[in-house]
């Protein structure tokens, strides 16, 4: 099994000093434009100097990929300075700035977008309540988009993080070009299985491309993305082993599995001998890094993770204990301050009392 404090080295040279990754949370504290503010800033300084590395919360790479208020923009030049203060303050005793970037897509509204219409693959709404019909975009748009990701992939670069993630996951934009819910096109972006991974073909390839010629030293790549989607038609375990393959041969530095549960198991009865995380973890084959993510209340569940990544991802509990990683690695978790313990997915049992986190609504529709 992976140690939780052996250092790891990614293909592009960055070195992180231990597993502990804290994953992507968005804070909504950004100002009205998606510039950093000072409130997030201190938020993130105090939450970096114990973990390998942090993501920080989604970031839009162009205006009509704004999610939700408060939300991280990359979209311009001048977000660069506010973002290179957050890079500043996470790069403190050696831990990683990793910026997340995405494009909302269906999974925001007109009210977000000050009256535009959101764009996505096709115009099919998500199945959630009061979900708007997307347009569709034009295939100049799409190519557009993948420019848009390269751009903040530079700005990224210039800020200072130490590298950039994908989001791949959680139904934003390029999980809905993946999936056939989202997706029913018959151009070269849709059709078929093959067509639906083209769009994430060209932004890895883009992205990567960015770094190559950026000349940045030990600047890292990772995509996170989401095995399974409950919609009909939409994303199965089967689509998702064919997009770790294709992914882990690409000269990405990680892959990054989101779930709520790393104990989770497929709903598809062909994949029901192991978790998705093992199934995950087994068809890459060493190729890639994994980070597996979902319920870290503690060493048990990270080190349950280790058994099946090379990296753990920590959520929630690091919003409520900003000190988690320090306290786990030095052996003290008796004193975790408001150590979570999950009743079941949607409500968590607080050190001090219950706290019924999701109530009534779907954990996927929340998790940005
Ligand atoms: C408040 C909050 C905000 C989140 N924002 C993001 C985000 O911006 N990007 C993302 O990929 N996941 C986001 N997530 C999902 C988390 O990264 C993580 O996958 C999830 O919380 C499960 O991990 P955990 O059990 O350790 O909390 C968010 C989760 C929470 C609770």
Redesign the pocket.
């Known amino acids: 099994m992976t140690k939780m404090t052996g250092p790891l080295t990614f293909r592009r040279g960055l070195t992180i000093k231990n597993r502990f990754i804290m994953?992507?949370?968005?804070t909504k504290m950004s100002f009205f434009d998606g510039t950093v503010t000072n409130d997030e800033v201190s938020y993130y300084s105090s939450r970096a100097g114990e973990n390998g590395a942090v993501i920080t919360?989604?970031a839009n790479v162009q205006d009509n990929g704004k999610g939700w208020d408060g939300e991280l923009s990359v979209a311009d030049d001048k977000f660069i300075p506010g973002l290179a203060k957050l890079a500043a303050v996470i790069k403190k005793n050696g831990t990683k700035a990793i910026l997340?970037i995405f494009h909302a897509g269906r999974m925001t509204d007109s009210g977000v977008l000050h009256g535009v219409q959101p764009v996505s693959a096709s115009a099919v709404a998500s199945e959630r309540p009061g979900a708007e019909t997307p347009r569709a975009m034009e295939s100049a748009e799409v190519t557009e988009l993948i420019n848009n990701f390269r751009k903040a992939t530079r700005r990224a670069i210039e800020a200072g993080f130490d590298g950039v993630e994908l989001?791949g996951?959680?139904t934003y934009i390029i999980q809905q070009f993946f999936s056939p819910h989202s997706n029913r096109r018959h151009d070269e972006w849709g059709g078929s299985l093959e067509k639906r991974y083209h769009f994430i073909d060209e932004l890895v390839d883009g992205v990567l491309d960015v770094v190559d010629k950026s000349g940045a030293k030990n600047f890292i790549v990772g995509y996170?993305f989401s095995p399974e989607e409950y919609e009909n038609p939409g994303i199965r375990m089967s689509d998702t082993m064919y997009l770790v393959d294709k992914l882990a041969d690409k000269p990405l530095d990680y892959l990054h599995l989101?779930?709520?549960d790393y104990k989770r198991v497929s709903v598809s009865d062909d994949y029901k001998d192991k978790s998705i995380l093992a199934y995950v973890h087994d068809q890459i084959n060493g190729r890639v890094p994994l980070i597996g993510?979902?319920?870290?209340e503690g060493k048990e569940q990270a080190e349950g993770i280790l058994n099946n990544a090379e990296l753990v991802?920590?959520?929630?509990?690091m919003?409520l204990e900003p000190h988690f990683v320090g306290k786990v690695l030095a052996g003290h978790e008796e004193l975790i301050n408001h150590k979570l313990s999950r009743m079941d997915q949607d409500t968590y049992q607080i050190s001090n009392g219950t706290w019924d986190f999701l109530t009534g609504m779907k954990p996927d529709s929340l998790?940005?």
Do not use: C
């Open positions: 994953s992507p949370m968005t919360g989604a997340q989001h996951a959680n996170r989101s779930e709520n993510i979902g319920g870290v991802g920590v959520g929630i509990q919003l998790i940005d």
